[in-house]
Nanobody, 116 residues
């Protein structure tokens, strides 16, 4: 039912910025009430939570705190991840996740590569 499409990834130099977006369809009810998270998975590593928004609260991994910001555009049913001061360690495939009625849904991911 739910489909998530991530976009905005690409190649950027260290210190640069990117904005990722997650567009949701098939949402039942109020989009603003759905918990949404951005995760990333670097090559050979486990997937990790980067940032999440649930209700009025947000939380971030320590590694991105102060550099990344998660926010909603409810009119478009999207959740964005603004990434500033990017580092090579941020290189990964970034995934969007949403919870609806106790079930989780994932997007296909978007590649972010940060060069030195």
């Amino acid at each position: 039912q739910v489909q998530l499409v991530e976009s905005g990834g690409g190649l950027v130099q260290a210190g640069g910025s990117l904005r990722l977006s997650c567009a949701a369809s098939g949402i039942i009810g109020i989009f603003d009430l759905k918990p949404v998270g951005w995760y990333r998975q670097a090559s050979g590593k486990q997937r990790e939570l980067v940032a999440a928004i649930s209700g009025g609260s947000t939380n971030y991994a320590d590694s991105v705190k102060g550099r990344f910001t998660i926010f909603r555009d409810n009119a478009k049913n999207t959740v964005n991840l603004q990434m500033n001061s990017l580092k090579p360690e941020d290189t990964a495939v970034y995934y969007c996740r949403i919870v609806q009625r106790g079930s989780e849904y994932w997007g296909q991911g978007t590649q972010v590569t940060v060069s030195s």
